[in-house]
């Protein structure tokens, strides 16, 4: 079993920057792809980011791209979530997600195995 704790989570105003983190522990895969997905109150839960096994290949969903990064460190098994230029919009519970493949990423929640128990991420006007 595989767990996943995020943190960094808290308060921020709009235009701020914010970075979380997510510590993967338990019986960790050889080779794991990782993501970030958020849910906001009334709304599905969607894709935000996502970093292969090696961490050399990152994927964005539109709406971050530019103003998230994602990165991963393999000594670690923890990966953090950069975010700048903070909107209201990205008001949401942040989830990391572990999939246990070399394939490539994918923004699909399917595709992941294992969660974590998420962070609130609250942005104000």
């Known amino acids: 079993q595989v767990r996943l704790i995020e943190t960094g989570g808290g308060l921020v105003q709009a235009g701020g920057s914010l970075r979380l983190s997510c510590t993967a522990s338990g019986r960790i895969p050889n080779y794991y792809n990782m993501a970030w997905f958020r849910q906001a109150p009334g709304k599905e839960r969607e894709f935000v980011a996502a970093?292969?096994?090696?961490?050399?290949?990152?994927l964005y969903a539109d709406s971050v791209q530019g103003r998230f990064a994602v990165s991963k460190d393999n000594i670690k098994d923890t990966i953090y979530l950069q975010k700048s230029t903070l909107e209201v919009e990205d008001t949401a519970v942040y989830y990391c997600a572990l999939e246990s493949s070399t394939l490539a990423l994918s923004p699909r929640a399917s595709r992941y195995d294992y969660w974590g128990q998420g962070t609130q991420v609250t942005v104000s006007s």
């Open positions: 970093v292969a096994w090696s961490g050399r290949s990152t």
